[in-house]
């Protein structure tokens, strides 16, 4: 149990007619960030709530750092720290009395750390949190939780209010903590983010696990594109085992190869003589967009600028 | 969209200047949108304004039809007024007294209570459907959309006004049916019209002032509460009329916009003329409100915000710190407005005697209170039976935080850490047990200070007043245990019980005896056992009983907590 962080097996939740989570699997190790990723509505926030005992299983098997997380919830919440995505603060409190109540029921937060964090995320500690906007919360919950030192940071989408640069320097947080040998569970849709951050990825669908893996081991599912330009002509190329989407104009050519493919691809190219070759690893976006591309309503394309990008200029 | 579509070109020509002259054209554009928003407002308040207008027709209905029972003569009439001209205390709580007549009497009865209830029916209407509306968000939704600046405002202020107009013109009915004068129930409709427009135009500034919509409700409320203690001072600094059976006011019932209900004199010399200030309460208030609103940002209020702390306090790092944080505001207001009300009683104690004289109905109520007992010793166990109620209306409401802070989503991070769900909703409880424990040892000792201050009487009856409040103690925490147990086990209805179990307890305690309802119906009230002290001695087995009973409610409620998911 010790190289396990947590461990989720066939995972049941129902709210009356709608399952939330069906037979779901999730592992992740101590010490990896692990990206959790899914659509809205996929089940995540639901699987975080059941991992702090929010909410309470229909079925299956659920250790969280070696315990019950229903059972065991405040010796365990003593060990973690939670951000929500969407936080509520009580209007009336300053942020820097909400960061440190919450850092203090944890068990105590890093005086140091917690002056170092207001800083790098510019938050003013003294403004009532009735005025703080949506990524001003964010940040207040961000700042106690990483003020403290824990073994889980559960962060359900931490980053969706805000700003790139703060993105940034909420990055160099998590390699802080997992620098020290933290665990962190990153839900997320913004695939930028876990691309940057996460070892491995587990993949949320409908309640159900549809993928898990490295980033390395995903990828290997995934085609990589490549743009050529060659002295022969690159006729025969869209016809060729694993080559899709290819356009080809005589002696130019964009086009992707499933990985199986690559050393054959590359070996035929060779033949006619290549004169500039680029090729752009899988992203994750590709990924996702593998399961989700054709489900994908308009709905959720449009709360998420990153995939509309992808929609339309794709890397 | 009758008020949208006129307003669309103007909106669609090159940006009017700001401010240049009085007529520019922006004006008309700021109200557009109006009609849909107050269509949207029906719609929300389709259930929650009816049955406000119902409850006070129908409470109307019953307080005519005892009236009308117990001075259905005009011999009794007279003595009801020749007593209650010249009783300052029954001037000041009940209202003055102009005629003879049974519409008269039924003015002096209700009026005051009525404005009361009509104000604080419009005060919420209006912080409902403006500030409360930017505090969630929705209004900022809204004005993204084609709505003018001044929309949301008059939308609330439209729907106030229909509403006040309809329980007007029900209240019309309700008299015209005890065949009452038509211009006297017609002058009391309007008038209880015009002060529901009146505190509806105070809401209307308060909402843009205050700093949320909480204090907007609060401080609305308080104009309430010092326009009903202005003209009380004016009724009880009056004078009896030359006839015997009526009151000439002092100057500060003029002050109060419940005061100018009174001062119409409906069913007696009617004086039209006070439509007047009314109206022109009325049209100040809106004004300044619309000027208000365009000078304020949306979700701000007038009053600034100060910048606070930046690390919490040692006392703030806790559960309970936390709670008592919640609640603080909370227990200050209903400590100041109770104290403040014991000390009034306190100080006419002594007048009782006097004061039931004037209301047979009182009499008969301190009569069934319990066998012997001087009417001092029996006034004193029925006041602290009616704020021992108010006093669990607080331990209703502060327990109902607990459903508030997790239909935030504010006790989501809280649950997420070291906190367990039995410590959270306990130190709730903690603060709320005490705080009600606190509030009754203030109102007794206000009371006994009070009624010493005024009578020289001490040691006995001084301390009378302070055991008959603590001896109400073990009955607000039942009320709170079960709020804590609804919260646990019926989240969707723990509001609906809380304030159901409070009215149960205001009717069988305060009013039982007088519908004469069998005593097993009273019992359900635990407001109804409690040792009627000083008036008898204390008994401690039913003061032990309902202890027990609100430790068993809470423990079920602390255990059953832990079973239920969390409302996300």
């Known amino acids: 149990m010790s190289t396990c962080a947590i461990h989720v097996a066939s995972l049941t939740k129902t709210f009356g007619p709608v399952t939330a989570l069906d ?55 003593r060990r973690l720290a939670y951000v929500p995505g969407d936080v509520h603060l009580w209007p009336n409190l300053t942020g820097g009395e909400a960061i440190d109540l919450l850092g203090e029921l944890r068990g105590g937060l890093d005086e140091q750390r917690r002056g170092e964090l207001i800083e790098r995320f510019q938050l003013d500690p003294t403004k009532r949190c009735s005025t703080y906007s949506k ?120 086009f992707e190869v499933e990985p199986d493919a690559m050393g054959a691809v590359q070996r035929w190219l060779a033949d006619r003589d290549v004169v500039a070759l680029t090729s752009s690893p899988p992203t994750l976006q590709q990924l996702f967009l593998r399961h989700y591309g054709q489900e994908l309503t308009a709905d959720e394309v449009a709360d998420d600028p990153d995939q509309v990008a992808v929609v339309e200029a794709p890397r | 969209m009758s008020t949208g579509t006129p307003a669309r070109p103007v909106t669609a020509s090159p940006a009017p200047a700001r401010g240049d002259d009085a007529t520019h054209p922006g004006r008309l554009a700021e109200l557009t949108g109006t009609f849909r928003l107050l269509r949207l407002a029906v719609r929300r308040d389709r259930v929650l304004l009816p049955v406000w207008i119902l409850s006070l027709g129908v409470l109307l209905l019953a307080s005519v039809a005892s009236i009308a029972g117990l001075y259905g003569d005009q011999a009794a009439r007279v003595q009801y007024a020749v007593t209650m001209a010249p009783n300052v205390v029954a001037r000041a709580f009940e209202g003055p007294i102009f005629g003879t007549s049974l519409g008269a009497v039924v003015m002096t009865e209700t009026f005051g209570m009525f404005a009361v209830l009509v104000g604080v029916m419009s005060i919420q209407a209006i912080v409902r459907h403006t500030r409360l509306e930017e505090e969630t968000g929705r209004a900022e939704l809204v004005g993204s959309a084609v709505v003018g ?92 009329a030359p006839s015997g059976v009526a009151v000439v006011s002092a100057w500060p019932s003029w002050l109060s916009p419940i005061g100018w209900g009174q001062q119409g004199r409906a069913f007696a010399d009617e004086r039209w003329l006070v439509l007047v200030p009314f109206g022109v309460l009325v049209f100040a208030t809106v004004a300044i409100a619309f000027t208000l609103t365009r000078h304020r940002d949306v979700g701000v209020g007038m009053r600034p915000v100060r910048a606070g702390p930046a690390t919490a306090s040692a006392a703030l790092r806790s559960p309970v710190g936390l709670a008592w944080r919640l609640q603080r505001g909370s227990v200050l207001g209903w400590t100041a407005g109770l104290v403040i009300a014991a000390g009034v009683f306190g100080a006419i104690g002594d007048e009782v005697d006097s004061f039931l004289e004037t209301s047979e109905e009182l009499a008969e109520l301190f009569a069934g209170l319990v066998d012997g007992g001087g009417l001092v010793d029996l006034f004193i166990v029925f006041l602290m039976g009616l704020l021992a109620v108010a006093v669990g209306a607080f331990a209703v409401q502060g327990m109902l935080r607990l459903r508030t802070e997790e239909l935030s989503g504010r006790a989501e991070p809280l649950l997420a850490t070291a906190v367990a769900r039995t410590r959270w909703v306990a130190s709730h409880l903690v603060v709320v047990a005490a705080a009600s424990a606190g509030l009754l040892a203030a109102i007794g000792l206000a009371g006994g200070t009070a009624f010493g201050l005024i009578t020289g009487e001490w040691g006995s009856r001084f301390w009378g007043w302070v055991l008959a409040a603590l001896v109400t103690i073990p009955a607000v925490w039942v009320l709170g245990a079960l709020v804590v147990l609804a919260v646990a086990v019926l989240p969707r209805w723990a509001a609906a019980i809380g304030w159901g179990a409070l009215g149960v307890s205001l009717v069988m305690g305060q009013l039982g005896a007088l519908f004469e309802l069998p005593q097993w119906v009273l019992n359900v009230s635990p407001f109804t056992h409690i040792p009627a002290v000083p008036a008898e001695d204390l008994r401690w087995l039913p003061v032990l009983a309902l202890l027990a009973v609100a430790a068993g409610l809470a423990t079920l409620g602390l255990a059953a907590i832990r079973r239920r998911d969390l409302v996300t």
């Not at chain 1, 996460?198 to 081991?217: K, M, N, P, Q």
């Not at chain 2, 006040?164 to 019209?193: H, K, R, S």
């Not at chain 2, 209307?204 to 907007?216: D, G, K, L, M, P």
Request: aromatic letters at 4%; one cysteine or more; glycine letters at 12%.
């Open chain 1, 23 to 77: 037979r779901f699997d999730l592992d992740v190790g101590v010490g990896e960030v692990h990206g959790f990723l899914g659509p809205n509505g996929a089940g995540k926030s639901t699987t975080i709530r059941i991992l702090l005992g929010l909410l309470r299983r229909d079925h299956g098997e659920v250790v969280l750092l070696g315990g019950d997380p229903w059972r065991d919830a405040v010796a365990l919440h």
């Open chain 1, 135 to 254: 990524g001003n919360r964010q940040k207040v919950a961000l700042i106690s939780a990483f003020a403290s030192h824990v073994e889980l940071y559960l962060l359900d989408e931490p980053t969706s209010g805000l700003d790139p640069l703060m993105d940034t320097v909420f990055q160099a947080c998590v390699r802080d903590v997992t620098a020290v040998g933290s665990t962190v569970l990153l839900s997320s849709h913004i695939l930028a983010e876990v691309e940057a951050l996460a070892d491995r990825v587990t993949i949320i669908r409908e309640g159900r696990r549809v993928e898990s893996g490295t980033l390395a081991e995903l990828r290997h599912l995934t085609r990589t594109a490549m743009r050529v330009r060659t002295r022969a002509a690159l006729d025969g190329l869209a016809a060729l085992d694993g080559v899709h989407d290819a356009e080809v104009e005589g002696t130019r050519a964009r």
């Open chain 2, 149 to 240: 600046r001044h929309a949301p405002l008059t939308a609330a202020l439209v729907l106030t006004f229909a509403a006040n107009l309809l329980l007007g013109v029900i209240i019309t009915v309700i008299l015209l049916a005890y065949d009452l004068p038509v211009a006297g129930a017609a002058l009391a409709g309007l008038l209880l019209m015009g002060v529901g427009w009146g505190f509806a135009g105070v809401a209307a500034i308060t909402a843009q002032v205050a700093a949320s919509a909480r204090s907007a409700n609060g401080m609305a409320g308080a104009v309430i509460g010092v326009a009903y203690f202005l003209r009380a001072v004016g009724d009880g600094l009056g004078e009896v």
